[in-house]
């Protein structure tokens, strides 16, 4: 019997040690527990100062159709040692945590000191009207889930901001604008009526979208084709079943681009400057095919110089109104925006 006891004890002193062993490796109560990593975490009347930094290691994964980014960042945390408090800082804007490593507190010039390497997928609010000449603003955002604004306030500056050089190499499709910038506010957590006020810090910073790709692989090609069924101007007004031919050819060649570059983004409520170049380019070659029917039947009437005519005046009036309406669609989006 009293070795059946010892056998019980030993195995509850096993599962003790695994449970705090486990504990230790999550990064929860890692470095100097007394001053910085207390047992247990209480609120009160003290207001506690405490700085956030971030260095962003690598960004990828810009997906305008899930409204999500990825992000390899470290996350640094000071705060001055005090009794039963911890922060317990949260990635506002975080969508998927992929992995946290290297977490570990320690006791510094006075500091709490809490640092750890994290890969997470964030959500972003993108604007699309001027795609694809578009800047995105990206952001992490940061708030404590325990502690209430009364309790603790991020300071006016980060404890540590910026890139690490390999961003800019690794960045696909995109080019970074702008460096980071650090701004906080305190908002109300507007997910309950009379919620309390939560401190936020956010590290914001812009990109901008490579067109080259665009330019090459869409727009040129788009006013290729435009050009092309503007070529019915060209073809004798009698040869309606050519220049049909040819201008309900070019219409589903653009309905097939915009498909094309539409499959990458999300459905939004308002009209992109892609979307508005695809509807003047429909316009101006169902304008097109409108005018030879116009003209062959001018022609079969009898009137045949009256087509040569109207057909001489197109050939100027298309494009023209064509690139008007081009720089109107582009000044439009970038107002909207």
Avoid at 68 to 83: G, R
Avoid at 139 to 159: C, K, T, W
Avoid at 235 to 250: E, K, N, R, Y
Wanted: include cysteine.
């Amino acid at each position: 019997m009293a070795r059946h006891r010892r056998l019980a004890r030993a195995a509850a002193l096993l599962v003790v040690l695994v449970w705090a062993r486990a504990a230790h490796a999550d990064g929860s109560c890692s470095g100097p527990a007394a001053a910085c990593c207390p047992g247990r975490i209480e609120h009160g009347p003290e207001r506690h100062v405490m700085s956030v930094g971030v260095i962003i290691m690598g960004l990828s994964s810009v997906n305008e159709r899930a409204g999500t980014w990825d992000a390899d960042f470290y996350l640094y945390e000071e705060w001055p040692p005090a009794a039963n408090f911890a922060p317990q800082t949260e990635v506002v804007n975080e969508v998927e945590r992929h992995g946290t490593q290297f977490e570990a507190i320690t006791l510094r010039d006075g500091l709490c000191i809490r640092s750890h390497r994290i890969h997470s997928t964030l959500r972003a609010p993108y604007n699309l009207r001027a795609f694809p000449f578009d800047r995105q603003q990206l952001a992490i955002e940061l708030s404590d889930d325990e502690f209430v604004a009364n309790e603790l306030v991020y300071q006016g500056r980060p404890s540590a901001i910026g890139f690490d050089d390999s961003v800019r190499a690794t960045l696909s499709g995109w080019k970074l604008e702008r460096e980071l910038e650090f701004g906080r506010e305190i908002r109300d957590f507007r997910s309950e009526r009379g919620g309390p006020a939560y401190d936020y810090a956010a590290f914001r910073f812009e990109i901008r979208r490579h067109i080259t790709f665009h330019l090459i692989k869409f727009f040129l090609p788009l006013l290729l084709i435009v050009a092309l069924a503007f070529s019915v101007f060209w073809i004798d007004s009698d040869d309606l079943g050519a220049a049909l031919t040819i201008g309900v050819t070019c219409l589903l060649a653009v309905i097939a681009f915009q498909f094309a570059e539409a499959s990458a983004l999300p459905e939004v409520a308002y009209l992109t400057l892609a979307d508005r170049v695809y509807v003047v380019c429909y316009v101006a070659i169902a304008m097109a095919v409108f005018e030879t029917i116009f003209t062959n039947s001018v022609s079969r009437r009898g009137d045949k110089p009256r087509a040569l005519r109207i057909d001489r005046r197109c050939r100027k009036i298309f494009p023209a109104v064509v690139v008007v309406a081009l720089i109107a669609s582009i000044v439009r989006a970038f107002t909207e925006g």
